[in-house]
Nanobody, 116 residues
Framework: QIQLVESGGGLVQAGGSLRLSCAASGVTFGTFAIYTIAWYRQASGKQRELVANIDSGWSTNYADSVRGRFTISRDNAKNTVYLQMSSLKPEDTAVYYC???????WGQGTQVTVSS
């Protein structure tokens, strides 16, 4: 059974940085590298939105609201995807989830709170 576990969330002041991690377990050896992994976020009272994704060829895609401030990367040897978040704004406050794209495999989420 594949499981995704996010970590790295917390409370940070506006302008600060955080790095989120999404670690996969239960993945058949060598297959993590072929997955497209996505980060989503959901702010209180709002719909979940796509933040960024990275495919097997390391091509990346970002929401307009985070482009230039967030960077997604992966370490296939560790079955882990990262989201480096810089120049954080209060509007980045949300629960952040990772997901294997086009699947029902989601992590449990990690809270990011940015204070003004």
């Amino acid at each position: 059974q594949i499981q995704l576990v996010e970590s790295g969330g917390g409370l940070v002041q506006a302008g600060g940085s955080l790095r989120l991690s999404c670690a996969a377990s239960g993945v058949t050896f060598g297959t993590f590298a072929i997955y497209t992994i996505a980060w989503y976020r959901q702010a209180s009272g709002k719909q979940r939105e796509l933040v960024a994704n990275i495919d097997s060829g390391w091509s990346t895609n970002y929401a307009d609201s985070v482009r230039g401030r967030f960077t997604i990367s992966r370490d296939n040897a560790k079955n882990t995807v990262y989201l480096q978040m810089s120049s954080l704004k209060p509007e980045d406050t949300a629960v952040y989830y990772c997901r294997i794209s086009r699947s029902n495999y989601w992590g449990q989420g990690t809270q990011v709170t940015v204070s003004s």
